[in-house]
T-cell receptor, first 115, second 108 residues
Framework: KAGVTQTPRYLIKTRGQQVTLSCSPI?????VSWYQQTPGQGLQFLFE???????NKGNFPGRFSGRQFSNSRSEMNVSTLELGDSALYLC??????????????FGEGSRLTVL | GQQVMQIPQYQHVQEGEDFTTYCNSS?????IQWYKQRPGGHPVFLIQ?????EVKKQKRLTFQFGEAKKNSSLHITATQTTDVGTYFC????????FGKGTKLSVKP
């Protein structure tokens, strides 16, 4: 069974640009969560999608958005990039149903550098 | 949502020594999950605790959930260099909110 796949793995952008990151969950997983990881802040929750609906949202500005497609693949977008957006963006999928959070399976992450 | 607090932030041990990381919450937790992230890797699920006072073991790792379900701990007996990494606890309540992790380094 293939794991969670994230693309691209590495990217460099400049301030003001926008970026789209992609995540393909494990087959059969309908829940996809996104996290931002930085050395100082640890793993910070961005949002979670379940069956194409954003079910939960973390405390990030509106520049951070996401969506989920009917095949459960998810994308997140960051507009008007700032230097502080440099981070590892991790996607995780789970078999979580409507009420529970199951075990998360993480992808390798997309490392974004903003210059 | 309420974050969980993890201590210590860093721990340096000599190989063979024991290690413990603690996860604390001001509110009652429905359950708690533990993950390990190796340097350069991604978090990998270790265990989920659900019941008050629950204790689970995985080889040299012992996980505990407090009686009041407000704290949890991970104890590693006789650390090895393969234990190096950052250990995260996460509170599960609709989505998983993580503590900042405890970074473990092991000196051979």
């Amino acid at each position: 069974k293939a794991g969670v796949t994230q693309t691209p793995r590495y990217l460099i952008k400049t301030r003001g640009q926008q970026v789209t990151l992609s995540c393909s969950p494990i087959s059969g997983h309908r829940s996809v969560s996104w996290y931002q990881q930085t050395p100082g802040q640890g793993l910070q929750f961005l949002f979670e999608y379940f069956s194409e609906t954003q079910r939960n949202k973390g405390n990030f500005p509106g520049r951070f958005s996401g969506r989920q497609f009917s095949n459960s693949r998810s994308e997140m977008n960051v507009s008007t990039l700032e230097l502080g957006d440099s981070a590892l963006y991790l996607c995780a999928s789970s078999l979580a149903g409507h009420t529970n959070t199951g075990e998360l399976f993480f992808g390798e992450g997309s490392r974004l550098t903003v210059l | 949502g309420q974050q969980v607090m993890q201590i210590p932030q860093y721990q340096h041990v000599q190989e063979g020594e024991d290690f413990t990381t603690y996860c604390n919450s001001s509110t009652t937790l429905s359950n708690i999950q533990w993950y390990k992230q190796r340097p350069g890797g991604h978090p990998v699920f270790l265990i989920q605790l659900v019941k008050s006072g629950e204790v689970k073991k995985q080889k040299r790792l012992t996980f505990q959930f407090g009686e009041a379900k407000k704290n949890s701990s991970l104890h590693i007996t006789a650390t090895q260099t393969t234990d190096v990494g950052t250990y995260f606890c996460g509170r599960s309540q609709g989505n998983l909110i993580f503590g900042k992790g405890t970074k473990l380094s092991v000196k051979p």
